[in-house]
C-alpha cells in the first residue's frame, strides 16, 4: 500500500539491533553497512485515496544513510 507520512513520528521505540535483523545481509546489501536499527513509531499517513489515519509505522535506519522500508502495520489505530 503506497502512502505518505503526514506530520511528525512519535512514541518512537527501537525493537531491534544489529544481527537481531532478520534483514540485516539485505540492508547491507541494498543501502549499505551501517549500524542498523529496526524501529517503529505511531504517525498519520495519507493513503491514495486521500484519506488520512494514524497507524503503526515500522522502519529500518542507519547513521549517515537514513529511514529505509518504511510500512504500515495493520489494523490501523484511528
Do not use: C
Not at 535506519?61 to 489505530?77: S, V
Amino acid at each position: 500500500m503506497k502512502f505518505e507520512i503526514a506530520g511528525e513520528i512519535t512514541q518512537t521505540e527501537t525493537i531491534a539491533v544489529g544481527h537481531s535483523i532478520r534483514v540485516l545481509a539485505l540492508l547491507n546489501k541494498r543501502y549499505g553497512k551501517g549500524r542498523w536499527l529496526k524501529k517503529k513509531g505511531i504517525a498519520t499517513v495519507k493513503l491514495t485515496d486521500g484519506s488520512f489515519r494514524i497507524a503503526e509505522i515500522h522502519w529500518y535506519e542507519a547513521h549517515g544513510i537514513g529511514k529505509k522500508d518504511i510500512k504500515i502495520k495493520f489494523p490501523f489505530l484511528d
